[in-house]
């Protein structure tokens, strides 16, 4: 079925005036050069973000990185993960690392004047993504509609536990209940006991079909001029990775077995049935402990044609050669100058490479910045 959930934002009334209508003035924002980085494929394309911890802010990111100008939109006190540990100079490293290329704006829904900076940065952008419980904005009186009416060509991805339209919508959700609800923690059990897997894999998969249904929804802009409404469910996203369990009586082929070596364990991939059949099959069960290493096993195995892999620990995935070639892990900095580790966008292209620029900075910090590139009213004193 349909993972992506939404409709088309209604047409403007007849005589309205969509001042970010292709070729207006609205349409072209400052762009940014920050460390060097060229721009990138998205360059111009103006992005408000309201969120806590990975969804939405996973998805502004990777809309950050292609070029976008990202505004992240959060409370004085900063959004949730900022008081992650461990800390730098007393900003937490997750939410730093979550949040690369992006403008800190502080935003208090609870004042007047809060509501109206919000009303005027959902006014002057292209994408809105949130993943605030349902109904949680209406109560400061941005409900969909009123959003909609602010904006009518406004691509808006609202990302919750069980889609804003579900029986369940109200329910808390966090990363652990909706691998526990979609049945993924069922397929990881030890001993018969079910198990989290070892990433918060439900948060990753909302920020990356958020960036998927975002640009969806601009393409679909760029044919009719509307904007689209987006209700995305994590739950929805998880049970549907675990698509080739569904039926019990036909399980998956080729899952796989580990064989022990002298420094740690190398995953051999059984021949499917419908393949032929090496002729020199390795004299290696599940069982055995070898005395040679990983590399020797594997390059036994693969010169008999066996699929096969090492077994390797997060730690030496980010250390290893591979990791280093292909420029996955990088060091930026924050406006001010000051180092921070970043994970690079595993989207490779040409041109246009998306690339980190900076590391987020203080809560509001980038407020004065932001009222002038989007040419807001006066951004008055911080909230």
Not at 33 to 56: C, F, I, K, Q, W
Not at 167 to 189: C, E, F, H, Y
Not at 241 to 255: E, M, R
Not at 341 to 348: D, E, K
């Amino acid at each position: 079925g349909r993972l992506f959930h939404g409709e088309p934002i209604r047409r403007p009334a007849s005589g309205t005036v969509v001042s970010s209508a292709p070729g207006s003035e609205r349409s072209t924002v400052r762009s940014s050069t920050h460390g060097g980085a060229a721009a990138g494929v998205l360059d111009g394309l103006r992005v408000v973000e309201m969120g806590s911890y990975t969804t939405a802010p996973l998805a502004a990111r990777n809309l950050g990185m292609l070029g976008a100008y990202v505004v992240k939109a959060e409370p004085p006190g900063g959004e949730l993960s900022r008081a992650s540990p461990p800390y730098q100079d007393g900003q937490s490293y997750l939410c730093t690392m979550s949040n690369t290329d992006k403008r800190a704006f502080a935003v208090d829904l609870r004042t007047a004047d809060g509501r109206k900076r919000f009303s005027e940065l959902l006014s002057h952008a292209d994408v809105f993504v949130e993943n605030m419980k349902p109904g949680a904005l209406a109560r400061f009186g941005f409900s969909r509609e009123r959003i909609e009416a602010l904006n009518p060509r406004l691509i808006y991805c609202s990302v919750s536990g069980y889609g804003a339209g579900s029986p369940l919508a109200d329910l808390p959700a966090m990363d652990t209940t909706i691998q526990g609800a979609a049945g993924l923690m069922a397929m990881t059990a030890d001993a018969g006991r079910p198990c989290k897997v070892g990433v918060s894999v439900a948060d990753l998969l909302g920020g990356q079909f958020g960036l998927a249904a975002i640009l969806a929804g601009l393409a679909y802009r760029d044919r009719t001029g509307c904007g689209r409404y987006i209700d995305l469910s994590m739950q929805e996203l998880t049970a549907w990775v675990t698509q080739f369990h569904w039926n019990p009586a036909t399980p998956p082929a080729g899952t796989g077995r580990t064989v022990r070596c002298a420094d740690g364990f190398v995953l051999i991939i059984d021949a499917d049935p419908a393949e032929a059949a090496p002729v020199d099959r390795p004299s290696i069960s599940a069982d055995d402990v070898v005395t040679a290493t990983r590399a020797q096993t594997i390059a036994t195995l693969a010169a008999r044609g066996i699929r096969c892999a090492p077994v390797q620990s997060v730690g030496e995935v980010a250390t290893n050669g591979l990791t280093a070639a292909r420029g996955l892990i990088v060091t930026t900095h924050t406006r001010n100058g000051q180092p921070w580790p970043a994970l690079a966008c595993p989207i490779r292209m040409a041109p246009g490479m998306p690339a980190i620029r900076w590391a987020l900075g203080a809560v509001d910090s980038d407020r004065d910045e932001v009222v002038r590139d989007w040419t807001l009213a006066d951004g008055g004193s911080p909230p």
